[in-house]
């Protein structure tokens, strides 16, 4: 597709360039409808685009009068002196990144909490660098509401557990182009190389279709997804990967 790229959001410039949704009263930016099983929303809440003030520092221990003095280095006259430090040949050699937590805003600390062990949570497709289409996915055990519903349905296969989708939606401007079906596609494709052997989603149909994050069974259909959970309700669909 000429033009367009798609971004993972790892940081707070990913971050600012998560699209509008197409009802203005709900926000991917602010939603956590997922994360939270129980109070989850899916609301436009500015309050939580506010960068939260950073904790202070703690002083130094040299300016605390109540820290315990520093102990006095003793050398050992049994390690010889040109030794060099003990290689291990079974540490890790990685180090895995922090996730974001301070300064940030909410969404993006919820976002970035597995990046060093899982990678991204969500990523952005850019046409002509303007953001039309949005995707947050992740492993099944990021996302309690996901658990819960999967629970109602015991016939699902509990070997592989797969990764989830649970939002994918495309600006009101940009529908009907194919952008949301070529994000899935790009997310799909990378939750494979990430070693997840299936991806399922779990639309809404209680819900107009702009008030819902998982889209509609169709949808899913034409990007190789089955129905697994045929119900009125919450189907289910998935995908092997």
Known sequence: MAGTRVVDIADQAGFGLVPACADPRFDHRTCDYWEDAERGSKANRGAWLAVPTARPVAPALVDNPFA??????????????????????????????????????????????????????????????????????????????????????????????????????????????????????????????????????????????DETSAARPGFWQTLGFTVAIDDERFPVVRREL
């Open 68 to 209: 315990q003095p520093a102990r006095e280095v003793v050398d050992n006259p049994f390690a010889a002196a040109d030794d060099e430090p003990f290689e291990n040949p079974f540490a890790p050699t990685a180090r895995r990144e922090r996730p974001l937590r301070e300064g940030i805003p909410r969404k993006l600390a919820m976002l970035d909490r597995g990046r060093g062990v899982f990678g991204s949570y969500a990523k952005v497709l850019l046409l002509d660098e303007a953001a039309v289409a949005y995707c947050q996915f992740g492993p099944l055990s990021a996302y309690p509401r996901a658990l819960r519903l999967r629970d109602l349905y015991p016939q699902l296969p509990e070997s592989p557990l797969p990764a989830v989708i649970t939002c994918v939606a495309s600006t009101a401007a940009a529908r009907g182009q194919g952008h949301a079906r070529a994000l899935v596609d790009a997310v799909c494709a990378d939750l494979a190389e990430r070693g997840f052997a299936a991806v399922e989603a779990y639309p809404d149909l209680t819900r107009d279709e």
